[in-house]
């Protein structure tokens, strides 16, 4: 069955850099893209960028560009988000989805929780 | 860039009918998708381009889009129904993904 295995949480401090994984399987890793979104506490869904698992070419978000970097590792069907020069404010909860282009499809990770303090 | 409105609340009585919203300019000349998320688990893909259930999503659940709102519309709605829902789009000019802002539907 499809699945999406993300890594665990992560407490880091301001400044610092995290790098989430999303392990795939079940499908064909290269036939998808992979989405990757964050959930502040208490807020809503908010889309990060997407990455082509085939090619490797990525859009990124607007309010991302520059701090986040996604990739891909074809041989173990992983993809994985790097949020650098990281705020309090970044404390969230990271999913990683399959999908398309301009959607994603019913399959999501478990969520990373991700809490930066000092 | 483009976004989504969706109310933040909507409540029904069991049984009765809900209808949760999401406009956006010419929202209708795209395709909408809408999500469920219970508390602290992940989305659920509940409808697909505008009103195609997935497998797992009962019948009561429609969608419609049409001019600037989409629409989720549950028929007799029960507490299990009661979560987060999220509608989704996409900027064709920026390339975004754009997510409404939520929706808390409750069975009151």
């Known amino acids: 069955q499809v699945q999406l295995v993300q890594s665990g949480a992560e407490v880091t401090k301001p400044g610092a850099s995290v790098k989430v994984s999303c392990k795939a399987s079940?499908?064909?890793?290269?036939?998808?893209?992979i989405h990757w979104m964050r959930q502040a506490p208490g807020q809503g869904l908010e889309w990060m960028g997407r990455i082509n698992c085939n090619s490797g070419d990525t859009d990124y978000a607007q309010k991302s560009q520059g701090r986040v970097t996604m990739a891909r590792d074809t041989s173990s069907s992983t993809a994985y988000m790097e949020l650098t020069r990281l705020r309090s404010d970044d404390s969230a909860v990271f999913y990683c989805?399959?999908?398309?282009?301009?959607?994603?499809?019913?399959?999501w990770g478990q969520g990373t929780l991700v809490t930066v303090s000092s | 860039s483009y976004e989504l409105t969706q109310p933040p609340s909507v409540s029904v009585s069991p049984g009765q009918t809900a209808i949760i919203t999401c406009s956006g300019y010419k929202l209708g000349d795209k395709y909408a998708w809408w999500y469920r998320q219970n508390p602290g688990q992940a989305p659920v893909l509940v409808m697909s381009q505008d009103s195609k259930r997935p497998s797992g999503t009962p019948e009561r659940f429609s969608g419609s889009n049409s001019g600037n709102i989409a629409t989720l519309t549950i028929r007799r709605t029960q507490a299990m129904d009661e979560a987060d829902y999220y509608c989704?789009?996409?900027?064709?000019?920026?390339?975004?993904?754009?997510f409404g802002g939520g929706t808390k539907l409750t069975v009151l």
């Open positions: 989805a399959r999908g398309y282009w301009e959607s994603l499809d019913d399959f």
């Open positions: 079940g499908y064909i890793f290269t036939d998808y893209y």
């Open positions: 989704q789009t996409w900027d064709g000019s920026e390339r975004d993904v754009v």
